[in-house]
């Protein structure tokens, strides 16, 4: 893997999305920051703008993504009654603080580098939102052998004898494929260890026969600059995706469009994010 393991500045744009959620009333006003609520403020006319050109703005994908991921969630606390979670690089996501609401007697652990852990569990201290089955922890999925590690963290806070579920939101498209398909091999045998595994994620596909594609590269190369990391496409087709999850351990992958699975109305170009469940 890349020898670079700080990906901090991949938290500049947890405070953007944590106030779109929190705009769209999906979560408590703690998860709104003064930085998040000045990047909606400072953005609001590049939305406008992509929303009337291409029919689709980064608001737009972030809304179909969390409602993709809590739909297949959902469905999955509904089959499984001992289903475990772990939500990975959690940044402000509120999804932890809602379904420990509705579903308190499941495990929901989120889990994020040093900085982001401190702030998230601080934010839910204070919603009187941490307990025995609400936790927040470190975790960084580059480093291995480490108590910071994906596998210790799974050792030492779940049962393998109960099904998990691991999430992962707006993280993957910061990585290399290459790198962040180590992380995903190394996914797969840990959550073998378990009763069952699954693993749900969005991915934003390429998209070089969109018709907007250049407002999108365009689009693309000013979050680069503006988070100062990465953002990488992955995948030209479904296919493709489930292959690839295929080939790193993962016998069953479904891949969703919210084209096709939250409106009658495609969006304008179609869409520029997917969600993921892999299962062993």
């Not at 995903?184 to 045998?189: A, D, G, I, M, P």
């Not at 934003?204 to 250049?214: A, E, I, N």
């Not at 990488?232 to 919210?258: K, R, T, Y």
Request: proline share 3%; charged share 20%.
């Amino acid at each position: 893997m890349n020898n670079n393991k700080d990906t901090s500045s991949i938290s500049f744009t947890a405070h953007y999305t944590g106030y779109v959620w929190y705009k769209n009333k999906l979560s408590h006003t703690a998860f709104a920051t003064q930085q998040g609520f000045a990047l909606y403020q400072l953005l609001r006319p590049i939305e406008v703008l992509a929303k009337w050109v291409i029919g689709s703005d980064i608001k737009t994908t972030l809304l179909q993504r969390h409602q993709l991921l809590d739909r297949e969630l959902h469905q999955l606390l509904g089959q499984h009654p001992d289903l475990q979670i772990l939500e990975l690089a959690c940044g402000l996501s509120p999804r932890g603080w809602r379904v420990n609401q509705e579903y308190p007697q499941h495990l929901y652990i989120e889990a994020d580098l040093h900085g982001m852990a401190n702030r998230k569990q601080a934010l839910l201290t204070q919603l009187d939102a941490i307990n025995d089955n609400h936790k927040v922890t470190v975790c960084n999925i580059l480093i291995e052998e480490s108590d910071d590690s994906l596998e210790a963290l799974l050792a030492r806070e779940f049962d393998p004898n109960k099904p998990l579920v691991v999430i992962t939101e707006g993280l993957i498209n910061y990585f290399q494929l290459a790198d962040i398909s180590q992380f995903w091999q190394r996914l797969s045998k840990a959550l073998g260890q378990f009763s069952a595994g699954f693993y749900l994620t969005d991915v934003y596909p390429k998209v070089t026969q969109h018709r907007f594609y250049r407002w999108i590269e365009l689009a693309n190369k000013s979050l680069k600059v503006s988070s100062k990391s990465s953002f990488m496409m992955h995948f030209a087709s479904n296919q493709e995706a489930i292959s690839h999850f295929n080939d790193c351990g993962f016998s069953q992958v479904a891949v969703f469009n919210p084209d096709e699975e939250l409106s009658d109305t495609p969006t304008k170009g179609g869409a520029i994010v997917w969600a993921l469940r892999c299962e062993l």
